[in-house]
């Protein structure tokens, strides 16, 4: 695996589904990527931490950031290659800062932090906390999911990212999502 948290030069449009645990991101990340005939790129951190957990019920550390920030954007830069006209991220960088931040010291790696803002994105959905919590071996956080949102929220706002907030069920965000993508496939041509 490429040791870089750079990202490759790639043509296609780059969507980010960003926000707290248990908001529909990786369900919408694969409804976009069949809906427009594309790849999605999973979160790597998921991989990552279930194998940890499962091989000694651990789960995320500190130590453990940049390696996961190395495996996604080497899944990122690997799946750019496969995508048609856009690529549909689960996460980013960006998300794993804000969890630095908010989950240990308040801080973020320097590496990690100039990655995550230097990368690009067309454009992020930040997902909001209307649809059910749903229990797994990482999830932690069932009572914070309006300081989660408020942390996501207001990092996009803190670095001028555009964003487009998605609410209500599945179809409502897929709706949402799609209207917004072809907007910038049609300004693309």
């Not at 990527?33 to 951190?45: C, G, I, K, L, T």
């Not at 908010?102 to 801080?107: A, K």
Request: aromatic share 12%; with cysteine.
């Amino acid at each position: 695996m490429e040791k870089s948290l750079k990202q490759k030069e790639s043509t296609c449009i780059k969507i980010v589904l960003f926000g707290p645990e248990s908001t529909g991101k990786t369900t919408l990340s694969r409804q976009l990527a069949r809906y427009y005939n594309s790849v999605w790129v999973p979160e790597y951190a998921r991989e990552y931490l279930q194998n940890k957990w499962n091989n000694e019920k651990k789960t995320c550390e500190p130590h453990d950031l940049l390696p996961i920030a190395y495996g996604q954007m080497n899944l990122e830069n690997e799946l750019a290659k496969k995508a048609n006209k856009i690529l549909i991220c689960d996460t980013d960088l960006l998300e794993t800062k804000v969890y630095s931040e908010v989950y240990y010291t308040g801080s973020c790696d320097p590496l990690l932090e100039e990655y995550a803002l230097k990368n690009k994105y067309n454009l992020y959905f930040l997902t909001y906390i209307d649809i059910p919590w749903e229990a797994d071996d990482l999830r932690d956080k069932p009572n914070e999911r309006e300081k989660m949102f408020n942390a996501f929220k207001n990092t996009l706002e803190k670095y001028n990212k555009q964003y487009v907030l998605l609410k209500g069920n599945k179809q409502e965000r897929l709706n949402t999502a799609v209207k917004h993508i072809n907007k910038l496939l049609n300004n693309k041509h």
